[in-house]
Structures are given as structure tokens and as C-alpha cells.
């Protein structure tokens, strides 16, 4: 390992009891060597990798990591805790934690150094050997590679990229058939791991599948997808295969090369977790000639992994059906919220321009006049109902697409376009998506002849699905679906009073529960199905005042909170305080991520009694909105501005004072800088935070 790790790195009685406390610990030898340039901001950097997938594995290991413009140069802290710290691993805390540290412009040599590290925490003798190890020195020196142990090899200090296993070595370079007169060949795999960072994952996921494959009899061949880049698999080797696993948090690169082989995709903490199940999925798969169709992304076969990445999935195979249904369903609703901000918008500035008459203005291909504001008007009106008719049917196909890939978009688009037709509306689409998805994965249990699989997904898939998701909306389930559409209209229309408040607080609720995930999704989607339509109700349009108002009071009670009584937050803290101002007012939720993510038991439940409060407020006020987005901005398109503006900060200043005496209420972390999280701030630029909607 170089000098990444000296012993003034190493801290074999490590005494912090949570992983933000031994991250500290950690990060502060680096900077007192010189390795880290400010401890907040980097310990910012290491939250916010971890909350996008806990860094904790099984064994007793904690490997928080990240790559950030703060660090100087690429360094390895080691720490060893006899109580052991929770870094979310399955089977417990863990007891060796290994903080990595790599610059944003890392060069491949040490990010390759550091994937031999990685490698190496997957063979037992070098965890024992350091969970015994002396001295300070000595482990630095274990680390480094300076004394060997018992299962050491050349792959632990060469390229890790594309290392095949001492069983496969011949079949990366060589034939990939075997010689006359040989023994028949093992099971053959080629498997490809990447996670977000590329450094720790990645690496481990490769050896661990090598390490299984081994003592199962299997040569596998993996292509780690890291930092360090990758090297692509032979072809031949490819071609050989008898199997392939993905095991990916980030899409996989060139996946079309590995189509027409039985194919097991994953997250890739199972590779690390369980390796030998998945082998053991991929041969079952090949024994019963389920195979990935030519030009799908997904698994083309029967009973394992839905066809959809584990980016759209959100997990493995393992995935109940609950949760494969709402990663599902959340798939839909996040493509098509860009319609919703784009369309919503322009439609919005139409209104704003020409009145709220612009709705009954003539095609502007007929009628258009340069000089005229109202031709204008008309003009932004009618492309953003053009982007509004795309909803349900965007809906549907991306639905579909989360169950089946690519081959679930054609009917899935279909299937929401005659939702349309039949005035099904938002719950057409969402049975149009879940039926197209079904129908496609169906229809890829089927075994196909080889020479019939290349026209499979281009021809054979779209037209049999789009024929029969079009059979069952247009005659067997459209009109009920139709008439539950209408009767949930007709009861917000109709809805008054103490009901109205009571909706309203529900939404708020909802708004600011998960800052952006599904619960905050499904109220958004609500809101906005109802406003998607040339002439919305009075009800739809009250309904999507109060969700923007509550999605804008989280953001912005953190920014006040910061302001109020800085001492109780971070420096890093401070800092986001500053741009959740922005972000509230424009009515992105996600400012407040990196609040909820570092102190959630005391600002979610705080966000969510204050965004409870402005859309029951909302809705008593009669405030209404047009527009499905837009925060402040939008403020001239409100129905009764002025008390929506009073709403919005009744539950701001009940979510702030919440928090403040709640905070207020906390002990101090030992070693912490201040009240606040202990400097581990998950970042503003955790996944979300950046996206313009408030969902």
C-alpha cells in the first residue's frame, strides 16, 4: 500500500461507538498528517457516501470511503473497536474499520492500490491477522502488504481490473474451448461488479463472486467497473461463458455485449454477501435455457430478477414483491415528473400572461401575431399541454420499463395513451404500466428457439403486448377504471370544510415524511394528476397549492433554524442552511436531506407537524395553483396569495421552533464540535438533492 498507511494512521483501541464518531476519529489523523485539508467539509464528503448504500459488511468490516476535492493525496486510516460499530451490515457491528480517502482526481495506480485492499478483506487470514495483530506499526505494515499472509497472491498487488481466477486464468487468454482429449470444462461465468464510487464495492464484490466460484468448481471471470476504469472481457471469453452475473448500483457499461446468456442482475452487496447463491441462480437459469434477449438490459428469463436494472429496481432477486412493486410504481412517477415541471410551467406562464382565458385561444398555427402577448401567451399554453398529454402515457411506459426493460416501454406507452382515450386518467396509466410490465415478462418465460431470439424484442415482444394490454384496457378493465376515476374526482370536488383541512394535513404529512421518496411522491403525483387536465376543478387546484406550500416548509425551517440559533448545527450544517433558503422558496424539498439524513428522530417529525400545518391551513384558506411547480415564483398564480404566504410560514416557524427544542434538548456527541451531528453532514449532493422537482 505505499505510505497510504503509516502507523500514526492506525488505532488499534478505537473508542468511538457510532460510525460518525469513528469516521471523525479517523479523519482527524489524516489531518493532522496533512492528508485531509478541512475535517468538516471531508466528513461531509464520507456522510454522503454512505447515505447513498451503507458501507458496513459482513464480517466485522466498515469501510467508509469516498473520493473529495479535500484530500491531498490517497490515504488509509485503520481503526479496530472492541465493542464494534453499526455500519448497516446484516449479520452486526462491525470491528476493523478502514477509512479510505481518495482525491477527486485520483490516478489509477493508487486507486488500484486501494482495490487490492478491498480484495484482501474478503480472504479470513488477513482479517484475523489484523483483529490479533500487536501494534500500531505492525499493522500499518500488514496493510501495506510487508508481511504476507497466508492467502496472498500477485492479483493483490497488480491491476485488479478484469483479474480472472487461478481457475480461469487459461480462459481469459486463451481458448476458450478446451483441448481434445481434456476432461469436459467447468461451469463457466463472466460476472461484472461496479458500485458508485468504484473504489471498496466494486473490488470486493469481484473477489468474493472469484472466491465462490472456486470452491464451487466454477471458473468466473470478472470486469470491475471501477475508478481505475475497466478493461473490457474478451469477446471470446464472453462467448464462452455459460452464464453472467451483474452485480451494479450504476449501469453497467456495454451490457449489450453480454445479451442471449442466462443472466442473474443484482446489487452488488449480494455479490459480496451471498456470491455463491447467485452462482448457484445462474446455473440453475442455464439448466432450464433462460436467457437475456438480444437488445434487452434485463433478465429475460423466468423466476429470477425482473427484467429491470437494479437502478430502476432498487435491490436484488430477493426483493419481496411489496418492494419491487413501489420501485416500480416510483420508476413511472420520477420520469414523468420533468412533463409535469415543464408542462406545468408553461402552462403556468400562459395563464400568468394572458389570463386564465388563454385556455380558449385558437391553435397558434392558425393565429399567431409577433407583436401580441396574447399570441405569446397562447403560444406557452398550448406547448405545455402538449407536454401535459404526455403524463399517463410516460407513466405507464416507464412503469413497465422498471418491470421489463426496454421491451416494456412500447406497450406501456400504448397502454397509457388509451388510457387517455377512455378518460381512465392517472389510475389508467398505473394499471396500464403495471399489465404492460406483466404481459412482457410473461411473454419472456416463454423458451425461444435461438434462431427466432434476434427479432424477439423489436417485432415479436411489442406486437404481441401492445395487442394485448390494447384488448384489456379498451374492452375489459378501461371502463371500470374509467368510472373509479370519476367518482375520485367527483369526491374532491366535492370535498369542503373540515374534510378539505383534513386532506391537507394528511398531504403534509406525506410531503415531508421522506423529503423526496415514495410517501413524498405519491402525494405529489396526487397533486398533480388532478391539475393535468385543460380545466381543473377548484378542489384539484387547492389540493396542489397545499402540497407545494408543505414541500417548501422543511427547506426552508432548516435554513431559518441555521440562522436562528447557528450553535446548534455544524459548520457544514450552516453552509446548507444557506442554499436551502433557495431551495425552499423554489420548492425543492431535498434542501433539507442533509438535515434529516444527520439528525432524522428530530427533523423529520418536526417537518412533518409544520408541513401538516400549512396544507391544513392551505386548504382552509382556500389558496389554489395552477402551476405544478414553481415555489415563490409562482406566487401571482395563487388563488389568495397573501394567506398562502401566511400558511407556508405558520409551518416554518412551528417545524424551527420544533427543532431548535429538540436540539436543544440533545447531549453533546463526545468529541463533537458542536450540538449538531458530530461533522457528518450527509452533503447536499447526496442522490436527489439536485433534482428540480419536490419529489
Request: hydrophobic share 50%; aromatic share 6%.
Amino acid at each position: 500500500m505505499s505510505e497510504m498507511i503509516t502507523a500514526d494512521l492506525v488505532d488499534l483501541d478505537l473508542s468511538a461507538d457510532t460510525k460518525e464518531a469513528a469516521a471523525r476519529a479517523l479523519a482527524e489523523r489524516m489531518v493532522a498528517l496533512g492528508r485531509v485539508t478541512d475535517l468538516e467539509d471531508f466528513l461531509a464528503d464520507v456522510a454522503a457516501r454512505e447515505a447513498q448504500m451503507p458501507t458496513g459488511l459482513d464480517g466485522g468490516i466498515g469501510i467508509p470511503h469516498c473520493r473529495s476535492e479535500h484530500v491531498t493525496e490517497p490515504t488509509l486510516a485503520f481503526g479496530r473497536s472492541a465493542a464494534g460499530i453499526d455500519f448497516g451490515a446484516a449479520d452486526g457491528p462491525a470491528d476493523l474499520i478502514f477509512l479510505i480517502a481518495a482525491p477527486a482526481g485520483a490516478d489509477d495506480a493508487h486507486l488500484t492500490i486501494l482495490s487490492s485492499l478491498a480484495r484482501q478483506l474478503m480472504n479470513s487470514e488477513f482479517t484475523d491477522a489484523l483483529r490479533s495483530v500487536g501494534d500500531a506499526t505492525a499493522a500499518a505494515a500488514l496493510i501495506r502488504g510487508e508481511e504476507p499472509t497466508a492467502t496472498a497472491t500477485t492479483e493483490d498487488t497488480e491491476d485488479s481490473v478484469a483479474v480472472p481466477t487461478a481457475a480461469s486464468a487459461g480462459t481469459a487468454t486463451g481458448s476458450p474451448d478446451e483441448a481434445p482429449g481434456e476432461p469436459e470444462r467447468p461451469f463457466r461465468v463472466v460476472a461484472v461488479t461496479s458500485c458508485p464510487t468504484g473504489i471498496a464495492h466494486t473490488y470486493m464484490a469481484a473477489e468474493a463472486l472469484e472466491n465462490a466460484g472456486r470452491e464451487a468448481g466454477v471458473e468466473v471471470v470478472v470486469e470491475t467497473q471501477g475508478s481505475a476504469g475497466f478493461t473490457r472481457l474478451d469477446p471470446a471469453v464472453i462467448e464462452a461463458a455459460d452464464g453472467v452475473i451483474f452485480a451494479h448500483d450504476v449501469p453497467v457499461r456495454d451490457k449489450d455485449r453480454f445479451a442471449g446468456k442466462p443472466t442473474v442482475d443484482t446489487g452488488v452487496k449480494a455479490a459480496i454477501n451471498r456470491p455463491g447463491e447467485l452462482i448457484g441462480e445462474v446455473r440453475g437459469k442455464a439448466a432450464r435455457g433462460e436467457v437475456t434477449a438480444a437488445g434487452a438490459a434485463g433478465d429475460g428469463g423466468a423466476g429470477g430478477s425482473s427484467g429491470a436494472t437494479p437502478v430502476e429496481r432498487g435491490g436484488g432477486s430477493g426483493d419481496g414483491y411489496g418492494t419491487k412493486l413501489r420501485v416500480w410504481l416510483m420508476s413511472g412517477v420520477s420520469y414523468m415528473v420533468p412533463f409535469v415541471a415543464a408542462g406545468g410551467l408553461l402552462i403556468a406562464l400562459g395563464f400568468a400572461i394572458g389570463g386564465y382565458e388563454i385556455n380558449k385561444a385558437p391553435s397558434v398555427m392558425d393565429h399567431f401575431v409577433w407583436s401580441q402577448a396574447d399570441s405569446w401567451a397562447a403560444l406557452l399554453f398550448q406547448i405545455g399541454g402538449v407536454a401535459f398529454a404526455f403524463l399517463v402515457p410516460v407513466l405507464a411506459g416507464y412503469i413497465a420499463y422498471g418491470m421489463a426493460d426496454r421491451p416494456g416501454l412500447v406497450p406501456g406507452f400504448v397502454g397509457g395513451s388509451i388510457a387517455l382515450t377512455i378518460n381512465a386518467g392517472f389510475l389508467g396509466g398505473l394499471a396500464a404500466g403495471l399489465i404492460s410490465g406483466a404481459v412482457v415478462m410473461a411473454i419472456q418465460r416463454i423458451r425461444i428457439p435461438a434462431a427466432l431470439r434476434g427479432i424477439m424484442p423489436v417485432v415479436v415482444i411489442p406486437l404481441i403486448s401492445s395487442a394485448v394490454v390494447g384488448f384489456l384496457m379498451f374492452v375489459v378493465i378501461g371502463k371500470p377504471i374509467a368510472s373509479a376515476q370519476k367518482a375520485m374526482t367527483d369526491w374532491l370536488s366535492g370535498l369542503s370544510g373540515a374534510n378539505a383541512v383534513l386532506l391537507g394535513a394528511l398531504l403534509g404529512l406525506m410531503m415531508c415524511f421522506d423529503l423526496g421518496g415514495p410517501v413524498n411522491k405519491v402525494a405529489y403525483a396526487f397533486a398533480t394528476a388532478g391539475i393535468a387536465v385543460a380545466d381543473p376543478s377548484d378542489s384539484a387546484m387547492k389540493i396542489m397549492a397545499a402540497v407545494m406550500a408543505a414541500g417548501m416548509v422543511p427547506p426552508l425551517a432548516m435554513a431559518l433554524a441555521t440562522t436562528v440559533r447557528g450553535k446548534l448545527f455544524n459548520a457544514a450544517e450552516r453552509e446548507n442552511g444557506k442554499a436551502a433558503w433557495v431551495l425552499g422558496a423554489s420548492f425543492i424539498s431535498e434542501g433539507a436531506i442533509p438535515f434529516a439524513a444527520a439528525d432524522p428522530l428530530r427533523v423529520i417529525p418536526s417537518s412533518m407537524v409544520g408541513g401538516a400545518v400549512t396544507g391544513a391551513l392551505s386548504m382552509a384558506f382556500g389558496a389554489t395553483l395552477r402551476a405544478p411547480h414553481g415555489g415563490i415564483f409562482v406566487v401571482p398564480l395563487i388563488g389568495n396569495p397573501l394567506l398562502y404566504l401566511v400558511a407556508i410560514a405558520a409551518g416554518v416557524c412551528v417545524t424551527t421552533a420544533l427543532v431548535l427544542v429538540l436540539k436543544g434538548l440533545r447531549k453533546p456527541a463526545s468529541g463533537a464540535a458542536a450540538p449538531g451531528t458530530g461533522g457528518a453532514d450527509p452533503s447536499a449532493s447526496a442522490p436527489g438533492a439536485k433534482q428540480p422537482v419536490a419529489a
